[in-house]
């Protein structure tokens, strides 16, 4: 859950397939400090304003998708995107991810977290995507 588009489309499918199949979902943020680069050392960081982000885009999409019937909680983990849903999905039955997330690189049909989850998942993956379609397209 970052809060881009194709997440939310994620989490609303992961509680749809939940619902369908009496299962639960985990919500998971990750979130990490930028990277430090020459030039910054005068910066000043709040340590706790990248948490608390997160923690914040995962409250919104929460409240916004239909639970009904559904068990979900969220947890947010301090790490490489990644790494953190590939550790969470370790005992999980469908791992759902959204097909891009906010990085900089809009035209990659898949984003780097969508392509390292689906050579590494542990479980069944579903890559949800938010790309309309036009007419003629299967």
Do not use: I, Y
Request: aromatic letters at 4%; hydrophobic letters at 45%; a negative charge.
């Amino acid at each position: 859950m970052d809060g881009a588009a194709p997440s939310r489309l994620a989490l609303d499918w992961a509680v749809t397939e939940a619902r369908l199949r009496n299962g639960q979902v985990r919500a998971v943020t990750a979130w990490e400090f930028p990277p430090a680069t020459v030039g910054t050392e005068g910066l000043v960081w709040d340590a706790e304003v990248f948490p608390r982000t997160a923690r914040q885009l995962q409250n919104e999409a929460l409240k916004r998708v239909d639970s009904e019937g559904v068990t979900v909680t969220g947890e947010v983990v301090q790490g490489n995107a990644a790494a953190v849903l590939l550790g969470a999905a370790g005992n999980a039955d469908l791992l759902v991810v959204g097909s891009r997330g906010l990085g900089g690189f809009t035209g990659l049909l898949l984003g780097s977290v969508a392509t390292q989850v689906l050579r590494h998942a542990p479980c069944p993956l579903l890559v949800v995507s938010n790309r309309s379609r036009t007419a003629g397209e299967e």
